[in-house]
Structure formats: C-alpha cells, structure tokens
C-alpha cells in the first residue's frame, strides 16, 4: 500500500489544491514553512528518475502552475522546489513528489515549523482555500497568453 496512492483516490484524508488526470497536489501534512505543498503523477512510480517522459512532462509543467500560485498566495519571494530521490537522500515516501516550499527574504526563519508537526484544521483550511484559489488564478492566467497546458 502507498499512501500517496490512497490520497489521489480519496481513500486517505488530505487536502488536495489541485488534481487533474495526469497529477494532483496537496498540502504536506507536516509543513516545513506555511504553504508547503507536495506535487505527485497519479500514476505510480517510485521517483522522478523512473517516471516515462510523457508523465513526468505532465508533472514538470503542472509542477511550474503550482509553485506559481503557492508563492503568489503566500506572497513568498523565493520558493524551494525538491525532490528527494532515494533513502540516502531523505526520500521516505516511495511515490515520486516535489516538494514546494515557499522562502522569505525577510524573514529566513521565520515563519517556520521546525520540528515538523501536524498543524491545526484551521491551517490546513485555510492554506488548501488560498492556494486553490490562486492556482485558478495562474491557470486562467496562462490561458489568456496562450500557454494551455496540454494535460486541461
Ligand atoms: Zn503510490
């Protein structure tokens, strides 16, 4: 069983800010900072070195529409995008995610949730409600010019 796999098919709670065939997105149960979101293929693979190439295109251009929205929604100035591929590299879910997570100039260590824990229902309310939003936003944004993701 891959818990990933069981929040893209509804079976595991989570709070999903996007999700089309291709790739779905949700917010990372234990934030590193505000607005920490993990970006998964809905197709099963181990990691993003193992991906076939059409996937992992999906995954790539989705992957810009999301870090797009969670920095404008948290009016981040900078976003850290990673993807840990393999146990020597901190990897602990086996289905291939890219973390996102968003950085402030301002305040390089603040706000920030070290160590990681569980947040409350409220945050997570209201950060999957911010993002969805702005993900809508970006979208019909790169519609007008013209950037249609082929995966909508
Ligand atoms: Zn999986």
Not at 4 to 24: A, G, M, P
Not at 105 to 128: G, I, N
């Amino acid at each position: 069983m891959c818990l990933f796999c069981d929040i893209i098919e509804h079976r595991q709670k989570s709070y999903i800010v996007y999700q089309d065939s291709y790739v779905t997105a949700f917010l990372d149960k234990f934030p590193i900072k505000p607005g920490h979101t993990l970006v998964v293929p809905n197709v099963h693979s181990e990691n993003f070195l193992m991906m076939d190439s059409k996937t992992s295109c999906q995954l790539c251009n989705t992957l810009k529409t999301i870090a797009i929205a969670v920095k404008g929604a948290l009016k981040a100035d900078g976003i850290r995008l990673v993807s840990n591929i393999g146990e020597s590299a901190g990897q602990v879910i086996f289905h291939t995610h890219f973390h996102i997570m968003p950085a402030w100039s301002q305040e390089p260590d603040f706000p920030s949730f070290v160590p990681r824990k569980e947040q409350t229902e409220e945050y997570y309310r209201s950060m999957q409600s911010v993002i969805m939003d702005a993900v809508k936003s970006v979208l019909s944004n790169s519609q007008i010019h013209g950037e249609v993701n082929e995966s909508t």
